[in-house]
């Protein structure tokens, strides 16, 4: 089974939206010190999956550090614009410029200290802003587009790490009757704090369809100190989920570096298996348990 743990947290990046991209000319990496977006690493069956395990986990503290201080300052906020003092200290300043169909959220921190979960006190200055228009009936026909922006910087204070987290993050959804379409698209995120590095840049990660079937697709690119390099995510063939089905009927995860591997999904195996593993075109591994890869509808 050595195959499906090289490629389980993978497929759990990919659910969540992190995914391929481009080399030298993508995106301007600010806080890529050691050039890691240019660094191949090795994708096998014999590969180390502590090191993905490691970029899964850095990506994760990042986005749920951003997660656990916009909700701590939003229970304290109230009217249009204010500054609030943050739970230990600094401040947060607050503009409010929505209307009706349009939030737009400003945050300017000001070494705002606050207890987290995924790294302890934590004293953070920069501005964060969500944007999001909408439009229609939640129950019916409904759109909305929204966007998160972010430069923050800082320090975990219990071991003075510098923090530094910046990029932008944009959301797409629409339903029209039974038909529902979500599309999370990120030109760059990164996440520094102290020696560790982890990115995500180009990714385009698509759900559409209805309450029956909905279609999964992902492209992008992730970038480590946890891998020492990038790999790329992409879905040569859309994996289609039934709902209700354990696993996806069809369709084709690849992740590529120093070596290309792909997860197969029912159908698009060669032999009707509920997962296929294979490398640079070699099935390497097979399972009908799809929790093995990480990978539950």
Known sequence: MRGLAVLSSVTLLAACGGGGGGGSDGPDLTLDNDNL?????EVGPESDVRGILGLQDDINTGQALILEV??????QHSGSSDTISCEQGGTATVTDEGAD???DDKWLLQDCVINTQVLGSVSLSGDYRFVATFSGDEEADFVLEGSETYGIEGLRLSNSEQIKIRGRADADYSRAGSFASFIDTVDVFEFKVGDRYAAITEVETRLEGNDATVDFTTKGKLIGSAI?????????????INNGEACPASGIL??????????LFGTSTEDDDAVQIRVDGQIVDSTDDCSAIGFIP
């Open 70 to 75: 916009m909700e701590s300052l939003r229970t």
């Open 254 to 263: 690849r992740i590529a570096s120093n070596g290309v591997a792909e997860i």
């Open 37 to 41: 977006a240019e660094q191949t690493v």
């Open 101 to 103: 169909g349009r939030i």
């Open 228 to 240: 020492g390099g990038y790999i790329q995510l992409s879905t040569p063939q859309v994996v289609k």
